[in-house]
Each structure stands twice: as C-alpha cells, then as structure tokens.
C-alpha cells in the first residue's frame, strides 16, 4: 500500500514538471507543441544511457535535463519561423520523429528500449525527489510569470509581430519559452528512468504528448495553478475511480473535447469565474 | 522492375493518402481548423463497412454504408463541435479534434474490440491481376481509380458547378460571397459532407486492403494526412494531392532504403520538417 | 546626413510592384507628411522602412548605419518606432501592461536580465507619464481589446513613444477618427514634432496633414510623385490628377481605408 502511495506521487509529481514545462512554452508564450513527450523521452534515455555508463544519479539527471534542452533549442531553432498551425503540426511530427528514429536504434535499445537502468534511491527518496522537483518547477513558474520575461513571453504569444516593433527579439525569446520547457520535461524523464529502471520508446509517444497537453488544458492554459490542479487531477482519476482505468483514453479525449467546448481556460476559467461570483454577490 | 513496383505500390497508398488529405484541406480551406478528428471518420467508414458487408454477405453494400455513414457524421462534427468554436483561438478547435478523435479511437475498441474485425469475405483482396509485371489486387486497383474518379469529379465539381463556385468565392471571400446570396453555412455542410465521404471510402479501402478493421487505424493516416496539407500548403487542394503521391512514393522507396535509420511513419514527418524548414508555409504555398 | 535615407527601395508582391525605386530622405526634425491616394504603396514604404517586409532592392540608411537587412526588432532598438494602421495592441493586457512593456525597452532587450527581473516600478511609471501625456491615464487598467478606437490608436503612439525613438512612424493614426479626435491626436503628434522628434506621417486626412507636417511626400503607384511644401506640392497639376476620383481627399474625413 505504501508502495503504491509512493508511486503514485512520483507519478503525479512528474506530470507536474511535464505539465507545467508544456504550459511554459503553450501556455505562456503561445507556442503550440504538440511533441512534448519527445523530450521526456530524449531526457529518459539520456540519464538513463549516462547513468548505466557509471556517471552518478545527480549528474545523469542534471545531464539529461541538459540534453533535453538542447534538443529543444534545437527544435525551437529549426521551427521558429513555421507559426501556429504549422508550428503545432511541426511539433506533432518532431514526437514522430524522435519515436521513429529510437525505435531503430540498436544502441538504444531499438524496441525493447533500455533495460536495468541503476536504482540509486528508495520508494521514498524518489518521491521525495519528485514532489521537491515539482515544487521547484512550480516556483520556476511562478517566478516565470511575474518576471518581464514572463510579460515578453504574453506579448510574443498575443501578436509577435506587434512586440517585434517594440524592439524585443521574439525569436530568442520563444527559444528561452522552448529550452525552459523541455529541460524541465529532460529532468522529469530523468527521474522516470531511474524509477521505472525500464524505459520503452511508446511510453513517449503521441499519446503522452497528448496525455501531457490534457492536463494542460484541463487545468487552464496560462495558469500555473491551474496546471498543477489539472496534473494531479487527471493523474489521480484513473486510480480514485478504477473503471476509469479501463476508459482512460475516452475520457482524456471526451475531456479535452468538453473543456474546449464549454471552458477553454480550464479549471482556472472556472476559479476566476467563481471568485468573480463569490465577489459580486453580497455575501 | 522493383523499382518500378515500389512506385506504383507508393502511388497507390499515395492516392489513398490523397482520398484523406482532400477532406482534411477542404475543412481548413474554409475554416482554419486542423480536423484531426478527420481520422475518427475514416475509421468509422471502415467500421460500417465491415459491419455491412459481414451482416450482408454483399461487399458492394459496404461501399454506401461506408461513405454514407461517413457522409452523415462529418457534418455533425461541424454542427456539434466546431460551429460554436470558430471565433475561439485556432489551438481551441485543434485541441477539442484530437480529444474528439482519441475519444472515437478508443470508443472502437471498447464497441468492436481491441484486435479489429477482420471482412468474412473478401475477394477483392485475392483477386489480382497483372499489369506490366506488376501484381495488384482489386483493392489497389479500386483505390487508384476511385481517387482519379474522386479527384477528377471533384475538379469538375468545383470548376463547374453552381455549388462548385459557391464553394470556391465562400472560402476565397466569405463575406464577398455572402454578398452575392451564397449561404456560407451551407458551404461548411456540404464541406464537411463531401470530405468525410470521401474519408469514409479511403477507410473501407484500406480496411479492405489489410482484410482487417481496427481501432487505431485512423491515427497514423490522421497525422500523415495533416503532415501532407501542411507539405501541400494549407489550404490548397492540388498542392494536397500532389504532396500525397509524392510522400506515398518517398515511404514507399523509405521503407526499402532508410528502414535502419527510420521506421516507416517517421518518414513523412522527416520530409515535412526538412521542407519547412526551406519552405515554412510548404511546398506549394501562395506567394505572401 | 539625413535622419533616415532610403534608395531605390523596391518590393514585388506576386507580380505586382508595390514600391518601385523609391529614394527618399528624412531630415531631424522634420514632420513628414506622406500622402498619397489607395494603393499607392504607403503602408508597405512604412512596412519596408520598419522591416516587417525586406526588400527586393534598395538599401537603407538610418543613422548612417545600412539597415537594410537588419530585423524589425533591431531597428526598433536603434530608435525607429511605428504605429499600425489596424490597431494591434496585445489584448489580453490591460492599457498600461501594454505601454509598461514597452517602457522596459531596455530590461527585455536582454532575455536573461527579463527572467531574473519582476520589478515592474520603473516601467510603470513612465507608461504613467506616457498615459498622462496621451490623456488615457482612467483607460489604464481596462484590458486593451475591450477599448474604443480612439483609445486604441493613442494605446499604440503610447507604445511606440516608450520605446524612445529617434524616428516615429505613423501608419494612419487618425483614421476611424471623429474630427475632434482626429485634431486633437494631430495636435498632440505635432506637440511631439515640436519637442524634438522626428515624424513620419502616413495619412489620408489630407486638412490634418497639411496643417501640421512641415513638409509634404507624395506617392503614386508605388513611386514617389513630388515632395515639398505643402501649399506648393498641393499646387501642382500631376498631384492634383492623381488625387482625382479620389472624391473625399482634402476634406479631411476620416476613414479607415488601406494605404
């Protein structure tokens, strides 16, 4: 029971990081990616490669959220002029992309992925990794938003020509919205590895992408807490009500479907309306 | 004399990737959204297909099932789904597609099951015929013609028609043909109708040519299918058929000559990403 | 040296020639009124001139530096600012938010000061000198999308001026504009003009432009037809020709037609 406690915290923790890493780059800047399970991935296999070679955990996790990010620089570099359709099509191919090209790879493991990948903490030091992860991230956000980067990233997201005008080099800045982001995917994939000491190319696929995307959405593009409520709920459902389980991925589209259709802010549109009730009504 | 195979095989899955891409470029011609969700309907024309023509006995009552099924339901996806979106951000109706689809995909396996339904009776699939060397079975041969008959009969549709020319000033200029008493929302019915028929056909094809049905079969042709529009240039309908034999003929060689390095549905990403990033409204765009 | 020198600028869009070989020279100081009926290539002289488009030919001096391929971006930074001719301001901010962020050239050039930085203070305040000066300092806390037209247009001149420019181009500030409005952001462009800011002034008000630029630029069919004094330009018999069927020129109606 303790075990399973266990784990599903690292679970909901990492989905945090993902969550909040796709909100960065989506969310904040406006830049629509439809792959961000590719740099999970990229992150998982790198630790988890750095770490069997004898390098220590630290280092590997440290490692791989580098790597992530550059391949997310890398990324954002060869898509930064495709824009909004063609950037979320873009994206959505780079997660074929990365899938495609790992699944061949022998010296990655080719389909059977990488096996007996070094489990350095027990059940509870890695929860305790995770949540300590999260909240970083969560801060990482916050702090994010608040800054003027964070007031650069609203500009590029609303009209990015506009900001151009105002002197601001929005192609730097989208690249800073997609290294932050996909690093902070990298170190989650980092944590994974070592967790599950067994990584396969499908557990990035598409699906994660969207899975990813979901618990965005679901909490409220933009909004940090939103995103966080939306991770820990859309990680905790499938366990609360086990029949879920068995439904996941209807309800996950029936979610994102309904969440676009009747709230597209999300769990946080639905708070500020709220508090905005709560406020205008003589309590 | 392979070489020769690879290409026609590519051109066939070429034109069945055309049959999907025309649908898809029709709906963002119009409306601007990437209709993800096109593959749900692909994949529901198989379903009704299968069903029919295993019900029946009668492969050729499975054709209208599936285009008419089909037919039906994309305009329900407009009327339901993305009518009530399109003055909300283009990322809203993208989003609400790919739940929409996951929603289907899994909603197959739950009704139909997880491992398909494979047709009773199929002759279409060993019945083959040589031609130049090259064997094919009726399926290959019908998806060849039925999309130069669709394309074609599009062509003439648009070119010609009353609705034809409805449809081509409502999406260079909906306001314009609103003007001239053209009803736009019309437009999008008919759109959507003609688009998903021809998915649902492409859906028993294939669906035929594997002799099998299943539940995923619409994701990778889905998000092939937006690779190709993107590649045509969004919204351009001969730059969609063009890019559809081109990427069906590239898999085709890929498969033989870049399989250590890629599997096969990798590639068309690869060729979208290499050319966008010399092209980034895609090969065929309008100019500025 | 002229403020801003163009030569033979030139840009084709799918054929047609929008701007062909057009030279021509801002001097500090000056308020440049630039006229000219639709379709004239105004607009996209401006668009070249910020670089929002490059340019098939023709270079461009701003400073004595050639600007011609730099991004639009870093010729912001050198000081040439603009404003669009379809408000576009960043919606879900509000008022000041938007001229804020532009008052913060300086923090946002570096990104990696940008995410270490929240201090909003210094921004703050000058966008509320700005907004003060402008005369929308009660819109300053409404969102941007949500404010009327006249509003709107004083929202953009706000941000472009945070910037602190050396040259300020103006794409049809006063279309969509009542009279009254339109004099009184002509007033204060003029004001502007007087404190020692260079102007360029798209604009089919023609009553508005001759009343406070300090020298007339017409174009005609993407080159530049005579340029001169007002009184004088107005004068001349090919200008004249070129305004006919353009019923409403000179009346200094406003509206919101393309350039």
């Not at chain 2, 209208?64 to 109706?93: E, Q």
């Not at chain 3, 330009?233 to 200008?239: E, I, K, Q, S």
Request: glycine share 12%; aromatic share 8%.
């Amino acid at each position: 029971m303790e075990a399973y406690i266990l784990s599903l915290v690292v679970f909901g923790a990492l989905n945090v990081m993902l969550a909040l890493g796709l909100n960065m780059i989506s969310g904040f800047c406006g830049q629509i990616s439809l792959g961000h399970a590719a740099f999970y991935g990229t992150g998982a296999y790198a630790a988890a490669l750095l770490s069997i070679s004898g390098l220590p955990f630290a280092a590997s996790l440290a490692l791989g959220a580098l790597v992530a990010g550059a391949l997310g620089l890398v990324v954002g570099f060869a898509t930064l002029r495709v824009r909004e359709d063609f950037l979320a099509i873009t994206t959505m191919g780079v997660g074929f992309l990365f899938l495609g090209f790992v699944r061949k790879q022998e010296w990655l493991g080719g389909e059977f992925g990488v096996a007996q990948i070094p489990s350095p903490l027990s059940p509870l030091g890695f929860a305790v990794l995770a949540v300590g992860g999260a909240l970083a991230m969560v801060a990482l956000s916050l702090h994010l938003r608040r800054s003027w980067m964070g007031e650069v990233f609203r500009a590029v997201a609303a009209d990015e020509d506009a900001a151009s005008t105002l002197g601001v080099d929005t192609a730097r800045y989208k690249l800073w919205a997609f290294v932050l982001g996909t690093a902070c995917a990298g170190f989650a994939g980092g944590i994974y590895a070592h967790v599950t000491g067994l990584i396969v190319p499908d557990a990035f696929d598409f699906i994660q992408s969207v899975t990813i995307l979901a618990m965005v959405v679901v909490g409220g593009i933009g909004s940090t807490w939103g995103v966080l409520a939306g991770a820990v709920l859309l990680t905790l459902m499938p366990e609360l009500f086990r029949f879920v389980n068995d439904y996941k991925l209807l309800i996950y589209g029936a979610l994102l479907l309904a969440v676009m259709r009747w709230s597209p802010s999300g769990l946080a549109g639905l708070a500020a309306l709220v508090r905005r009730a709560l406020r205008s009504s003589p309590a | 004399m392979f070489h020769l195979e690879l290409l026609v095989v590519g051109l066939i899955w070429g034109a069945m990737y055309a049959m999907m891409a025309l649908g898809l470029t029709l709906v963002y011609g119009l409306l601007r959204i990437l209709h993800v969700a096109h593959a749900g309907v692909f994949a529901l024309g198989a379903y009704a297909g299968v069903l029919t023509a295993n019900a029946t006995g009668s492969l050729w009552l499975a054709v209208p099932a599936a285009i008419g099924v089909a037919a039906a339901v994309g305009p329900l996806i407009y009327r339901f789904i993305y009518a009530p979106m399109l003055s909300r951000p283009p990322y809203v109706a993208l989003i609400a597609s790919i739940g929409l689809f996951i929603a289907m995909e899994d909603g197959f396996r739950l009704l139909f099951g997880p491992y398909g339904l494979p047709f009773d009776y199929n002759p279409w699939f060993v019945t083959t015929y040589s031609l130049g060397g090259i064997s094919l079975n009726v399926v290959q041969i019908a998806m060849a013609v039925s999309t130069l008959v669709l394309a074609g009969a599009f062509g003439v549709f648009i070119a010609a028609t009353r609705v034809g020319v409805a449809w081509r000033a409502t999406v260079s200029d909906p306001q314009m043909a609103q003007s001239f008493g053209i009803d736009p929302v019309r437009v999008r019915y008919l759109n959507f109708a003609i688009g998903s028929a021809m998915a649902g056909a492409a859906g028993l094809l294939v669906g035929l040519l594997n002799n099998l049905v299943e539940p995923g079969m619409g994701a990778v042709v889905s998000y092939k299918g937006l690779a190709i529009i993107v590649l045509g240039g969004l919204g351009n309908v001969p730059g969609a058929v063009v890019a559809s034999l081109i990427l069906g003929v590239v898999e085709s060689f890929g498969t033989v000559y870049l399989a250590a390095v890629l599997d096969r549905d990798a590639i068309a990403f690869a060729v979208l990403i290499a050319v966008l990033l010399i092209r980034p409204r895609g090969l065929f765009a309008p100019a500025r | 040296m002229s403020l801003l020198e163009a030569r033979d600028l030139s840009v084709t869009f799918g054929g047609v020639h929008a701007v062909r070989g057009v030279d021509i020279a801002v001097e500090r100081g000056e308020l440049l009124g630039l006229i000219g009926p639709n379709g004239a290539g105004k607009t996209t002289l401006v668009r070249l001139l910020t670089g929002a488009v490059r340019a098939d030919a023709g270079t461009i001096r701003f400073d004595g530096h050639d600007i011609t391929r730099a991004p639009a971006y870093a010729r912001a930074r050198q000081g040439l600012a603009m404003t669009h001719q379809l408000v576009r301001p960043f919606r879900d901010m509000t008022l000041a938010e938007n001229v804020s962020l532009a008052a913060a050239h300086a923090v946002t050039a570096r990104p990696l000061a940008a995410l270490l930085r929240t201090g909003r203070g210094a921004a703050r305040r000058r966008a509320g000198e700005l907004l003060e000066r402008l005369e929308i300092t009660e819109f300053a806390g409404r969102g941007a999308a949500t404010l009327p037209l006249g509003v709107q247009k004083r929202l953009e001149m706000g941000r472009a001026i945070a910037i602190e420019p050396r040259l300020l181009l103006l794409d049809e500030p006063l279309a969509g504009l009542n009279q009254t409005e339109a004099a009184r952001l002509a007033d204060l462009i003029a004001t502007l003009n007087r404190e020692g800011l260079t102007v360029v002034l798209v604009e089919h008000n023609l009553a508005e432009v001759l009343r406070i630029a300090t020298r007339l630029l017409v174009m005609v069919e993407g080159a530049v037809l005579a340029s001169g004094a007002g009184s004088e330009v107005m004068r001349r018999g090919d200008v004249r020709a070129a305004y006919l069927g353009e019923s409403r020129a000179g009346t200094g109606e406003g509206r919101g037609a393309r350039g």
